[in-house]
């Protein structure tokens, strides 16, 4: 292709992805240079667009997201150019982009954001879910309908948000650890959530100021043009607030946890008769009531590394995340990460000459500030979508930028069991030895506090319920002030310690 020997300086800004890291990189490459085209090539029919955007503390931050069509982001930026394709192949060396529909773009400065998929534990199985995207969250409230018994396996974000919301079906939660919530929380923050799982779910839910997920009337648009075995963009935050996640029977809860297991077989029912194994029942509940009986016949049965079996109407795994790099590995030399992801540089820049990326796809490579961590979360996304966008244009003005703030500390709001839930730097005390001391407060069903000390310096915190604490907590760690001398009383409910600190 001869537009493949032009020079460096050919070819225009060019982003891949229209979730929120890409979206967000676009928007930014667009302000910064008003007068070039910026190519935004995606996937989904839809982008994701980041509204409402409000910094509530230094590194804090709320935002609602909306699914649009493309035109609307081109509307806002007429300097957009939204193309609706796959990208097939990334040909580094000639600087250049291929895709499904047949087109080359050439690019001077590429940003890769393509987000993930989920790390199914059997691909391939048509009664194994995962979620992801707008399509897949409504294929699994599609198959929730008639179900009268799911398991779900996983421990994370996911998982958390469904056993909470899904009525009406019995639920059988495999987890590889002893407590629950194993990516966000430790055994406390899991005991006091649990407590709540077992108690009947509040009927009526606290207003929470939080990060939104709103798609108003733009999820139908959206469907009638989405072509099949397009990626969507991942679903963030109240993604389930759309669906009635409602089984066939009529009742609130009924969950039963399995610990320290993971799946060792999954049988198709016909797999499952001719082996002559046994399921177990339901266990149960403390009404000693159980809704299906010894008698079902399920489509399929699950054989745990505990040896029980116990058969469903299918399997949501709930296990994670793989970045999707395929199309941009073959014949590209990137360094990537142990988990799959494009390493990126702290300006957000892999291995190959002007090629950054943002977002879920990429692995954090740079040496962190000591409480930051990469998570794969939407803030996160949101914020390299931006940084990478400063980097580039910094880039091509001969320039550098410092990194930006938000990576000083790791933070991020969201809400479990209808509970506000703050996680702060090192908030489990990620890689900070045996060396480091917990304070702890809990009131029951109202708020658990969780304060990480090393050497006298806040490194970490879990604030769960309406504490108010976040801000002055988010200043301790960035501050690493010595409080050695406030002792446990930093926690105490009788000192007003925003007060002292603030
Ligand atoms: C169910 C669920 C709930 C979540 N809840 C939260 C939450 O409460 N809080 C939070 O912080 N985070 C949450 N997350 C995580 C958050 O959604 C992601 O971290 C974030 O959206 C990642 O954004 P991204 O732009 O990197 O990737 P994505 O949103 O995945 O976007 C990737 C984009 O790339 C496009 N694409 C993919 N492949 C190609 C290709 N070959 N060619 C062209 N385009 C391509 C896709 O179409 C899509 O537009 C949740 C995730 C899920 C799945
Ligand atoms: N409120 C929030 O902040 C939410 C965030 N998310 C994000 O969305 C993404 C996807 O969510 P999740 O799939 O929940 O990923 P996750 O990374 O949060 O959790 C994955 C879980 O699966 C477990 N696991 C991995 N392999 C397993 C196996 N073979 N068998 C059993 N368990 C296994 C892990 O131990 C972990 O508990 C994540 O990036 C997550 O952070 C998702 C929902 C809510």
């Known amino acids: 292709m001869e537009a493949a020997r032009l020079t460096p300086t050919a070819g225009k800004f060019v982003v891949v992805g229209g979730g929120i890291a ?193 798609t108003e009337g733009r999820r139908k648009e959206a469907q009638t043009k989405a072509h099949a075995g397009n990626i969507g963009s991942a679903l963030g935050p109240d993604w389930h607030e759309g669906l009635d996640l409602k089984g066939t029977e009529e009742f609130s809860h009924k969950i039963h946890i399995e610990t320290v297991c993971e799946v060792k077989n999954i049988y198709l029912q016909e797999e499952f008769r001719i082996s002559e194994k046994k399921s177990l029942t339901f266990p149960k509940d403390r009404h000693n009531q159980s809704v299906t009986t010894d008698k079902e016949i399920w489509p399929v049965y699950v054989e745990l590394t505990n040896e029980k079996i116990y058969g469903c109407d299918f399997i949501v795994s709930a296990t994670g995340v793989t970045p999707n790099t395929e199309p941009f590995l073959y014949g590209n030399n990137f360094d990537v990460g142990e988990d799959g992801g494009l390493k990126v540089d702290d300006h957000m820049h892999t291995s190959l000459p002007d090629i950054y990326a943002a977002g879920d796809i990429c692995t954090a490579s740079w040496q962190p500030s000591p409480v930051w961590q990469q998570m794969r979360l939407w803030t996160q996304a949101r914020q390299m979508g931006w940084y990478a966008a400063k980097c580039m244009a910094a880039a091509s003005g001969g320039e550098s930028v410092d990194m930006d703030f938000s990576f000083e500390l790791f933070a991020h709001v969201t809400k479990f069991f209808n509970y506000k839930v703050v996680l702060l730097g090192k908030y489990n005390a990620q890689g900070l030895g045996p060396d480091h001391e917990l304070l702890l407060r809990c009131t029951k069903g109202q708020e658990y506090i969780k304060a990480v000390l090393q050497n006298g310096r806040m490194m970490g915190a879990v604030l769960i319920g309406e504490t108010d604490l976040e801000e002055t907590f988010e200043n301790l760690i960035l501050n690493q002030m010595n409080l050695s001398a406030y002792g446990e009383h930093l926690l105490d409910p009788n000192i007003d310690i925003e007060d002292y600190f603030d």
């Open 22 to 214: 890409g979206v967000t990189c676009a928007e930014q490459l667009a302000i910064d240079f008003p007068s070039e085209d910026i190519l935004l090539i995606t996937a989904s029919p839809v982008i994701k667009a980041v509204t409402n955007f409000k910094q509530v503390s230094k590194v804090l931050e709320e935002f609602d997201v909306e699914e649009q069509p493309s035109t609307m982001l081109e509307n806002r930026f007429p300097n957009i150019k939204v193309v609706e394709s796959g990208v097939k192949q990334l040909k580094s060396e000639q600087r250049c982009i291929l895709t499904e529909d047949g087109n080359h773009h050439v690019y001077k400065k590429l940003c890769l954001c393509a987000g993930a998929k989920p790390k199914l534990i059997c691909e391939g199985n048509p009664y194994v879910l995962g979620i992801r995207d707008t399509d897949s969250a409504q294929e699994f409230q599609k198959q929730l309908t008639q179900a009268k018994r799911i398991m779900i396996i996983g421990n994370g974000g996911i998982a958390l948000e469904l056993v909470y919301e899904i009525e009406g079906c019995e639920v059988i939660w495999v987890i590889k650890d002893k407590a629950i919530g194993n990516t966000f929380f430790d055994a406390g923050a899991a005991e006091f959530l649990t407590s709540k799982l077992i108690s009947e779910k509040s009927e009526a839910k606290i207003a929470q100021k939080r990060t939104r997920y709103t």
